[in-house]
């Protein structure tokens, strides 16, 4: 029998977001490369996540090499000029290909977002690791900045994408067992990972949070009526169902709203039918984070 799916919605927000490819000549170096840059989720710390989407053969990169597409994302500030949080995802997002792609051997990352609104230089934020040594070239059609470095050399493409998107999409299956959490969660990602144009950037997430905090210096706090853990202690005002023991969550950034209703329906498909799930639900807050109130039910009509 499958889980039930609640009569509820996902909050979700827009996003600015790039689209590269990764590619190298070591499979292991390849995803030491691609996992590192994306692991970490950082969106509510004011920096950028990501994941990745897809990996490619050699007859599917600019250089005939193996590679990766992954996605960075950084979340506006709708404070501000759009113009600052380009500036935070630049630099952000070199933070990630310095520290986490540019040190692999015989790494190269290009451009791959095929309708972008605006381009980032990447001299500055990363040329510049060259100090003032780096040059400029054309290869496979491409503008190429060329990083001299101690195992030569790291190539960039030095104009990369980006344009706006929908982050933050999710849902949460509740489960009754501990193994439902990963039979399930598994079964979800794996489907969603057919879908073009989005990433999971927190994999399998067992620590849902919520805007309040009482300690705003460490950022969101946890989500706290939905700790199985807190249900004794809170009493009436717990939101936990009885026998539901665990509440994991498969967060969703996408590169179009349809692209994360896709991949929402077939990851809660795809969960709702694993043994230990007895209903999906979806983290929302009242639109104090997103834009986009995404129906669950809607979304199986």
Same mark, same amino acid.
């Given at each position: 029998?499958?889980?039930?799916?609640?009569?509820?919605?996902?909050?979700?927000?827009? #996003?600015?977001?790039?689209? =590269?490819?990764?590619?190298?000549?070591?499979?292991?170096?390849?995803?030491?490369?691609?996992?590192?840059?994306?692991?970490?989720?950082?969106?509510?710390? #004011?920096?950028?996540?990501?994941?990745?989407?897809?990996?490619?053969?050699?007859?599917?990169?600019?250089?005939?090499?193996?590679?990766?597409?992954? !996605?960075?994302?950084?979340?506006?500030?709708?404070?501000?000029?759009? !113009?600052?949080?380009?500036?935070?995802?630049?630099?952000?997002?070199?933070?990630?290909?310095?520290?986490?792609?540019?040190?692999?051997?015989?790494? +190269?990352?290009?451009?791959?977002?095929?309708?972008?609104?605006?381009?980032?230089?990447?001299?500055?934020?990363?040329?510049?690791?060259?100090?003032?040594?780096?040059?400029?070239? !054309?290869?496979?059609?491409?503008?190429?900045?060329?990083?001299?470095?101690?195992?030569?050399?790291?190539?960039?493409?030095?104009?990369?994408?980006?344009?706006?998107?929908?982050?933050?999409?999710?849902?949460?299956?509740?489960?009754?067992?501990?193994?439902?959490?990963?039979?399930?969660?598994? +079964?979800?990602?794996?489907?969603?990972?057919? *879908?073009?144009?989005? =990433?999971?950037?927190?994999?399998?997430?067992?620590? #849902?949070?919520?805007?309040?905090?009482?300690?705003?210096?460490?950022?969101?706090?946890?989500?706290?009526?939905?700790?199985?853990?807190?249900?004794?202690?809170?009493?009436?005002?717990?939101?936990?169902?009885?026998?539901?023991?665990?509440?994991?969550?498969? =967060?969703?950034?996408?590169?179009?709203?349809?692209? =994360?209703?896709?991949?929402?329906? *077939?990851?809660?498909?795809?969960?709702?039918?694993?043994?230990?799930?007895?209903?999906?639900? +979806?983290?929302?807050?009242?639109?104090?984070?997103? !834009?986009?109130?995404?129906?669950?039910?809607?979304?199986?009509?």
């Amino acid at each position: 029998m499958k889980a039930e799916i609640e009569e509820t919605y996902a909050e979700a927000f827009d #996003g600015l977001f790039s689209r =590269v490819i990764v590619t190298a000549d070591d499979e292991k170096i390849l995803r030491s490369a691609a996992k590192d840059a994306t692991a970490t989720p950082s969106i509510a710390l #004011g920096r950028v996540e990501g994941g990745v989407e897809e990996w490619l053969s050699s007859k599917d990169t600019p250089d005939g090499r193996i590679g990766a597409i992954i !996605q960075f994302w950084g979340a506006i500030d709708g404070k501000k000029p759009l !113009q600052a949080s380009l500036r935070k995802l630049k630099r952000e997002m070199s933070y990630r290909i310095r520290q986490d792609i540019l040190v692999k051997p015989f790494t +190269a990352l290009f451009d791959d977002l095929p309708h972008p609104i605006g381009k980032l230089d990447m001299m500055e934020s990363v040329g510049h690791c060259g100090d003032g040594f780096e040059w400029e070239t !054309q290869l496979y059609g491409r503008d190429i900045i060329v990083v001299p470095i101690m195992v030569p050399d790291f190539l960039i493409e030095r104009h990369i994408g980006y344009a706006r998107g929908v982050m933050g999409a999710n849902f949460w299956y509740l489960c009754e067992t501990k193994k439902a959490v990963i039979v399930a969660g598994e +079964a979800a990602l794996k489907a969603i990972n057919n *879908v073009e144009g989005v =990433v999971t950037p927190f994999g399998i997430c067992s620590a #849902g949070s919520k805007p309040e905090t009482k300690f705003p210096q460490i950022g969101p706090t946890t989500n706290h009526p939905y700790c199985p853990s807190l249900k004794k202690k809170l009493r009436e005002t717990s939101n936990v169902p009885e026998g539901i023991r665990y509440i994991p969550e498969i =967060v969703i950034d996408g590169t179009t709203l349809n692209a =994360v209703k896709t991949a929402m329906k *077939v990851g809660i498909e795809a969960a709702r039918s694993t043994s230990g799930v007895r209903s999906i639900s +979806a983290g929302n807050y009242e639109g104090k984070i997103g !834009q986009h109130k995404i129906s669950l039910r809607e979304l199986f009509p």
